[in-house]
């Protein structure tokens, strides 16, 4: 369990002219709707160039009629499901669309530098006091595509622009582009439905339930093209160098997706054997040992660490599957009371046994401290807790929406500090190294940012607020 | 897994003087909305008798605003969610509600015998053409208090006319009542929050979210009476034998829920040792075989079975939350929709494995044959099914709405034939003998009526329409 | 013009066989919008004696969809238009129904005294704090019929504690009846549809929509009963005498519409001329003498004053036709706001004339003083204003939401203070010895309590409130 | 009574620092509600440029609640009432905005020509597909404004390519501009409200209902600027010829408006008069005869003409408030339907009587021989039919929704035909000299083409359907 947030999903569909390119989308967002429950939204285009859109706020099950998806006519399709960060607003809906010229534009990712935009978009009268990054990168396209630039040509000079995260896809006159920024922070895979045409998707997952089968990642400042004919065109607009944020596969992914070659899931067992093998444990034996994950993100790494010491595994925690993941609720305040109602133990479940707790990340410290209340609670002889991921320090400004540094429990307290905080026997984190080894890939293909300040693409003014903890150097 | 459809949780609460009622009565329902996510509704009670009400379709998150909850006055209420039968009807939300009279009445169970209830209603020239079980129970209850009977005699002189499964919570004029049927087929459990007041749910975890101390069940053939000054009371209506329905433990209720004394999921896992005793690997070696759940009832039965024999165990299989469990659709047609985005394996999980899938129960066989397919396209080397109860013989007439017997898969097909239509290597039930075993108690404490045709509790004209299945000795 | 607010209009039908009732029922309350803006309702009844239902908040337009009324099922249907006294609440929509005995009720009317309803549905645990006496009648009559009475009787069993005005319709079983309270104080009227079948309406302006014969009032003190065969029959509960309400001919009634054999439009032009009998103009002479009515209803009182003398008639006061009569909205608050955009002086029309305001009535003198003021402004040398009706010195108790006694002008100012509080030059009221000549029968065959305060029904409690004022005298 | 469909009312206000202008708005849209009720809309500036906007299907009261004025911040206000032609489209409502650059655009009026402005769109890539005339005007506008040309700059700049009738009001950045077409087809008054700010209105309802003092009309080729620090400039865009559609007079504007100097209400009287001189009553004498207007627009024609002869006048013809002007139905299908429940005559009222009945224009024929047997069924023993303007023979192109020239009536039949059809025993026309006459103006100060098909601005490709009908000369 985490209390990261991360905002969106996007996908895209190219059919041939047969296609009816809106429930394979409404499909597509099903399956990524771990990424966003705020909002989602499709717009769909017609032959003649015309645009069709849906969109509003809440879970894909409850924001489309099957009359609504049915209605989005044309073979071509974007779509998008939206978790906004602090404040949602329900004028910020995505795909934005300007109906009049017949274009579409979604994003996943966050732009921490928005000065250049601003400045161009107001150069044009366009007033940027209500627009959010997503929508001035929308509009700086548009205004391309009004002064008569086709689709690909209005994103390339509308690119220097774009300062952050973020991985597209952008519909006009016939053509679907997808493009990543220069670190590729936020994944999009191209994947193809034999006899029905090419797509787009944040996360395999949102190909697999297509019936797509995956053929590769759109790279890092990229941009792929690809028209009503079944043409792709591939561009380079500017040279890239691979950094996928390393939390997409701690946590945000979904584990049946696959990035840089390995499930998620495989992943995540992974750190659960490295944890194994950094952090044995230190109170009980085999028969008084059991391992419990925190539902849901941490199944995998309990499992793997259980089985790597032969111990025990029991899903003691219950979560109530309909209050959703606690990050789906938009203020802070119903976050809180949402949590209240979160969790539960199996009654009897602990009673006597030396508990390893695992968890995946470690933000605000929400959630653990009364965990290990309720275990004590329920009788357990000692709480271990374990972390899949090293101490979370820094802030992120590529669209996950974790807290100022002051509210990052790890940037402010030591170890030891956390550990009594949550009031159990042990705590231990996964090492960075650790970390790393478990993707089978260098540390170099990473955004490793929260974890030790290296931003691979630039915070503008937000990095004069960014300090470095003093308990840095502990944690490995 | 399971295609099994329960109906409805019930609760109730009555506070001391100051107490707001609602909130509790909230929570609980939430606690509980896996029992029933059609529609939801709270009547509560004013110092003068008056009740309000707020009922709507759907979820619980999604039918009460903060606002509504608040305006729900009164220091007592009783709640209930509702999965309704073969097509949904809107009209009948419950609790069942006659403003007039100031009274509510809520039911968990079905009764296959509503005659002389029918027959009775007439004589007081009230319609049941468009009335349900639930609702003939309510009004039968609210003419005796027409006719000026308090609310307990009102019921214990409607109640020979209830012939079925009944767990109901009723309230009026200051009083609220719990009752159930002679075989407290559905469960029914009182409690108390200190300091608050006493409360009663279908299951002990809406009691928990509540804060409140499990106390006892409701007895078979008793009534509790509740009044708003704290006093409590009991009234043997009819004497009672307990015949729980075991598919409470199998399926129905939240792990972290009690019955006869023993938490839900280590019935569960309970099973899964058992299933290992029964039906050991036939394929594969302790290198080879992966044990996978199908999620989430059977999770703790495959952490069972692998524990048991010191097998891998992993979660390979991938639920997409946000479409909910299959049985929360009402029409059989969007149940199969869901079934298509509903499950996904990690790619790569099984490849070369020798795959032990653990399920619950079979029912008409909708989800195994897919996920049986998926797992050899997935590459595993072979697939074992093990089915943590026996076969389903026999069609349910106290709330759960399994099909006719015509459409049980097991009433129909040998295990052979069952094993070649899933499509698996191996297909093994747990016998009843064991099932029984894992609950620790003996086997006339149950409703065994699904696997052995033995009814409890009369089932009137429904009885010639059932045969015994020709295949029925070979499961044991 | 007039601040009087009158509550409700019923109807109903009775087909033959074939004959689909509710496009018929929708077409009654359309022609009767007039008497009540603020709700409707049609209740169906299908051949099993089911009802079917449709009500809500709004103008006839607003409510129904052509789906709604297509939906209303049955040859047999009873409808209402209603406006609510202080403080309008939705959950008193009519008809009241009770669905689960196929019952509706339908009240024009008011019932000054209602003990004895409360003690009786008190009796019966029937909550009566929240029901108006509409509810009561109904479910005083729903008792009756729950205890095995037919509809007839059970109305003639509760009749007798019916105590004031009331013009009802009702409906069960097959069986529709209309009865009027023991001196008809609100109309009600019969007719039959060549061919199709027999109706009922408040006025006769909504049987002449539905393209009915006037047959003949339904008579005080009596109850009309039509079976679904097309049997008529009629029974006199008690003796009545004739007092209809006068103000259904100064103000409520359509113009197109007969009451006692004469057209409301004859009688207010009759008004008229009378006016011209007892206050010929004082000022000017038939050249600047200009006769303007307050629009809509004292329209044919202007005509006939102008006629009588041979002087100008002009429609120079414009009301906006969107906001609705004034005395529709609600609240006190909205009444007089709504006001503000109501009239206006066509530029120039009134300019050097003199001028001769008509109004049927004055109750607080909301509109007066603004049109004189108005008048004034546009350049009128003088302004009389002449009122079709005696002063208002009593309050109504039969379904006029008339102020209190302390809010009636005419009850606490003498007429020229009252002329005063205008600001006009000369006022005169019609006598009452003019009103009823101008209606062609005797003076006891109406209520004339607003001006004499006579209440031919008692009015229970309220008359100790009631004062003569000292003013009374002088109007004669 | 007419048929004619007129669309659109225009407003603007722009008041001082501290004023809200929603408010103000409203009331105008009220006063003119008459001009459209298919749907209103409101824009408002806040002082940073921003747009509030809040539009709706429906009437002003219906549209807006309390909450909605005040939520539309700012001193400068736009706002429109909509009637649309054939096949109503919620897509359409206006005022257009285009909110990323702080804009908004109202029109009244009608384009028979958009070549023009479709090819400019289309170079700028902006898709004209769905939008209507009035939106092309706005985004023509805005296209200007995202070059940074200034508010009126733009529209002066787009104005060449805006070819047929429009009366418009604009917004952005604190300017509001106010301009006609050059022919000046559809009125645009000039008003100032002391203390607080400048306002604008489609007709002088529109002003007097905020307090405003006319001062003006904008002027036919003139574009009126108005700033938020109270300036005021014109500008002459084009030289411009005074044409008012004569049809303003004749049926669309409230009797209380004031156009060319006189008042609507004296212009229809005169055209009562003129009536009386040229067709004196042919059957009946003093005593028999009845005149009677069809309600609402022909009152003064018939008080008038009564008034002239010195015959009586009675207005025995009731119209159903509720179901609001024929016209006001989208669809053909319901206006049929609509005109069954639209008009009864006052029982008695014309028994005996020879009838002259007063129309103010005759579009398809829809009413009258309804009317005419109507009349008959009640006993009239004549019934002559006057219309107080001169045959329409021409379809409209300036914002009037009249049929196709082989729908009207008179283009298509002589007179003695339609009256004929009307089933009357006289039918007389007013002459088109005598109609010029009753303005007290010249005929070259109107749009006269409805009857001598000269239209004063080119109404394009439209020509060719135009044919001379052979009744022509007849009429005069």
């Known amino acids: 369990l985490s209390e990261l947030q991360e905002k969106c999903a996007v996908a895209a569909i190219v059919g041939n002219e047969d296609v ?18 705020e909002a989602t939204g499709i717009v769909s285009m017609q032959p003649d160039g015309g645009t069709m859109a849906h969109r509003g706020e809440g879970l894909v099950r409850d924001v489309y009629t099957e009359a609504d998806v049915q209605r989005l006519a044309g073979s071509m399709a974007i779509g998008h499901n939206r978790y906004s960060t602090a404040g949602s607003k329900k004028g910020h809906s995505q795909p934005m669309i300007d109906e009049v010229i017949g274009f579409g534009f979604a994003h996943n990712g966050n732009l921490p530098v928005t000065q250049f935009l601003e ?6 009268n366009i007033r940027t006091q209500n627009l959010n ?5 929308g509009h700086a396209t548009a205004l391309n595509i009004r002064n008569g630039q086709p689709l690909p040509d209005a994103i390339e000079l509308a690119y220097p622009l774009f300062r952050g995260a973020f991985s597209c896809v952008a519909i006009h006159d016939g053509v679907v582009t997808a493009f990543r920024d220069r670190a590729g922070i936020r994944p999009l895979a191209l994947g193809v439905i034999e006899g029905v045409g090419r797509v787009v998707a944040s996360e395999t997952c949102g190909l697999d339930i297509m019936g797509a089968t995956y053929e590769r990642e759109v790279n890092p400042g990229e941009m792929v093209i690809i028209d009503s004919n079944g043409g792709i065109e591939s561009r380079q607009i500017v040279e890239g160098t691979s950094k996928l944020d390393i939390f997409e596969m701690i946590y945000f992914a979904r584990p049946d997706s696959i990035l840089y070659g390995m499930s998620v899931n495989q992943f995540r067992r992974n750190c659960g054997q490295a944890l194994a093998e950094q952090h044995p444990p230190t109170v009980g034996d085999a028969d008084s040992i059991l391992v419990v994950p925190v539902p849901d993100t941490s199944i995998p790494a309990a499992v793997g660490y259980a089985r790597a010491r032969g111990l025990e595994y029991e899903n003691a925690i219950i979560k109530n599957r309909y209050i959703g993941r606690t ?14 109602r979160k969790h539960s133990f199996v009654p009897g479940s602990v009673r006597g046994r030396d508990l390893i707790l695992i968890d995946d990340s470690i933000v605000r410290l929400n959630t653990l401290p009364r965990l290990a209340a309720l275990a004590e609670m329920e009788g357990a002889r000692s709480v271990t807790v374990l972390i899949g991921s090293p101490p979370i320090r820094f802030p992120d400004f590529y669209g996950i929406d974790t807290p100022r540094q002051s509210e990052l429990v790890a940037a402010n307290l030591t170890i030891p500090e956390i550990r009594g905080k949550i009031g159990c026997d042990y705590l231990g984190y996964l090492s960075l190294a650790n970390l ?41």
């Open 436 to 476: 790393v080894a478990a993707t089978g890939r260098s540390a170099d293909m990473f955004n490793l940012s929260p974890f030790n300040g290296v931003y691979p693409v630039g915070i503008g003014h937000n990095k004069q607020d960014i300090v470095t903890p003093v308990s840095m150097e502990e944690a490995e």
């Open 133 to 137: 990054d997503s929508e001035m990168m």
């Open 327 to 340: 990050f789906m609720e938009p203020t802070d305040d119903s976050r809180k009371t949402g949590l209240r």
């Open 20 to 37: 009816h390119a809106a429930p394979y989308m409404h499909d597509a967002l099903y399956a990524m709707q771990h990424r966003g429950a």
């Open 119 to 124: 400045t161009h978009l107001a150069k044009h």
